[in-house]
């Protein structure tokens, strides 16, 4: 099943398109949950488009997570009707979302919403929204993260969005976007390479490493506001950067004093101090999300391992921990948001595969058949994993949920995707 | 004009100096703060024409050398193997010319740029291309280029000169290339 939001948008509401409408990520679903919930989204009443642009993009929304199966509501549901529960349990729904958009005073739209679940016949919530015809979508998302959160007990990741590169000849564009694709902006545009890209806690900067000096050099850009500073310009190689929880550090590698290796500085690009030491190579920190840990990629064994140090660095005097023993090439650590467990990229056979370890007990799962995996990014509730891979030849980006059933694929057309980075929850 | 004062001999050996000077940028400042500055400094001379006849000569650390095909300063790049980061025995005769440049030409900067092939993690690429840099310029340091002259930097996987698949291929990207002031 393919969806392309943005057309069923576009169809509704012209203002909607945005100019590049064929540079757009389109996400396809490549494998669903085994026991998706029955939801029913009714048409909602009152002003038609606008009712017709939300519910369309709250259902693609909620499908595309692959944890809901849609039901056909049968007939429009306004916020403070009652549902048909009778007819709605015998189309198999076990909830039901119906919604009313009326023109405010000030020429904005409120959207009333209520889900309900249909067995008990009870309300689950009653959420209303003031927006512009501009924040149509934006408001739909929200809309599915309420239906997202009452019916799976964790928050929704619609409204959340993602960061990645296209790489097109001879120009490398850093975009970010919203979850599903759409609304897709260039926050850098260069000749030169465009790697690894981190959003800040607070979702508001990213860090990345830029090639346009001929060199691997870490900026923070701001994204509301465009402007960035260079936060890593070391003699040498700039690289890797990871923000703190905290949104005050970055670790980054440098290779000013030999080879690559973990260092601390502000995100202002004050105050370097070296978290680590080793003869080879590390590289890829990464903080746990309680602060305690930076996990990292070494070759200090004579193979690329996962491992991780006290954030504290070496003044605990405790060393570094080795955390992945199998194969010879585990890099690319990403915890998860809980802290439970590490997604990384696996060398089986001379692919490439995202694999997920539970921390707790080490047993370790393999979740993709793909061979050029990298980049893996947790969804801010941990339910989904995005990452690169290639397709014939071509990088697109694909998800995978943390037990593997759920597959999504997301490519542009005639480019090369990659680098990417699931934003923070928006509050 | 003080340029009266030097007998015209000296003056045009100083004019053919800072005019090889001046035809290369100044290597880029390798500080913390803000993206390297690409503008030449400005050199404050009077000019006049000088008429030199050039010398069917050929000075192996001579600048010109550089892009001169008969001199071994013309090739800049040393391969390296799979996961490897030893300069390998064929190329000791090229460092060895352009360690000798480096230390006849002590104002000449060099870049070491190290290259990874595609396969696995970019940023471990990037680490991987790093080392290789690192070799070609503890080699050239042990020839005689001073540490100062040298940044050793990586473009990972990035900056691929063949972009197929296979070893034949490979084999070209895992390499460092040594790009003196100005050419980069």
Known sequence: ?427 | MRARLISLPALSVLTLLLAACGSQPPAPEQGAAGVESRTPSAVKVDTSPVTTVQPDRFDPNSIAALKDPRSPLSKRSVYFDYDSYVVKDEFQALLTAHGKFLAANPKMKMLIQGNADERGSREYNLALGQKRAEAVKKTLVLLGAREDQLEAVSLGEEKPVCTESGEDCWAKNRRGDMLYAGEF
Not at chain 1, 126 to 143: D, E, F, K, M, V
Request: net charge positive; hydrophobic share 40%.
């Open chain 1, 1 to 427: 099943m393919k969806f392309q939001g943005l057309v069923i948008a576009c169809a509704a509401i012209a203002t909607l398109c945005p100019a590049t409408a064929r540079a757009q990520l389109t996400v396809e679903i490549t494998g669903a949950g085994a026991n998706r919930l029955p939801v029913a989204i009714a048409d909602f009443t009152g002003e038609r488009i606008v009712a017709q642009a939300l519910t369309s993009v709250v259902r693609a929304d909620l499908e595309r997570s692959g944890l809901f199966r849609l039901v056909d509501a049968g007939a429009p549901l306004a916020d403070n009707a009652t549902p048909a529960f009778d007819d709605l349990k015998n189309r198999g729904a076990d909830a039901v979302a119906g919604g009313s958009v009326t023109t405010a005073a000030d020429g904005r739209y409120e959207t009333r919403v209520r889900l309900s679940d249909v067995p008990k016949q009870a309300a689950l919530g009653n959420p209303a929204y003031l927006h512009s015809g501009t924040q149509l979508r934006a408001t739909a998302h929200r809309i599915a993260d309420f239906i997202y959160e009452k019916l799976t007990g964790e928050p929704g990741v619609f409204s959340t969005r993602i960061a990645y590169v296209v790489k097109s000849t001879g120009r490398y564009e850093l975009k970010i976007a919203d979850a599903d694709g759409s609304n897709d902006q260039a926050a850098l545009a260069s000749r030169e390479p465009i790697i690894s890209p981190a959003w800040s806690p607070d979702g508001g900067k990213l860090a990345y490493v830029s090639f346009e000096a001929k060199k691997p050099v870490v900026y923070v850009h701001d994204l509301a506001s465009g402007r960035r500073h260079v936060a890593a310009n070391f003699k040498g190689s700039n690289s890797a950067p990871a923000w703190s929880p905290d949104g005050k550090q970055l670790a980054v590698v440098l290779t000013k004093d030999g080879s690559s290796q973990l260092y601390i500085v502000n995100a202002d690009g004050s105050g370097v101090t070296r978290i680590a030491t080793s003869s080879g190579i590390d590289t890829e920190p990464r903080w746990s999300p309680d602060g305690q840990f930076i996990y990292f990629t070494s070759d200090r064994g004579g193979s690329p391992q996962i491992y991780r140090i006290a954030a504290s660095g070496g003044a605990a005097g405790s060393g570094a921990e080795r955390v992945t023993f199998e194969g010879s090439y585990n890099v690319t650590p990403r915890l998860s948001p809980d802290g439970k467990s590490l997604a990384f990229i696996s060398r089986n056979g001379g692919r490439f595969q995202l694999a997920l370890m539970d921390l707790a007990t080490k047993q370790t799962q393999i979740l993709t058949d793909s061979a050029k995996d990298e980049s893996p990014s947790f969804a801010p509730n941990g339910r989904m994993i995005l990452y690169a891979t290639e397709i014939g030849g071509r990088g697109v980006l694909a998800a995978v949920s943390s037990d593997g059933r759920v597959k999504q694929k997301l490519s542009v057309q005639a480019a090369d995707v990659r680098e990417p980075a699931w934003g923070p929850l928006v509050r």
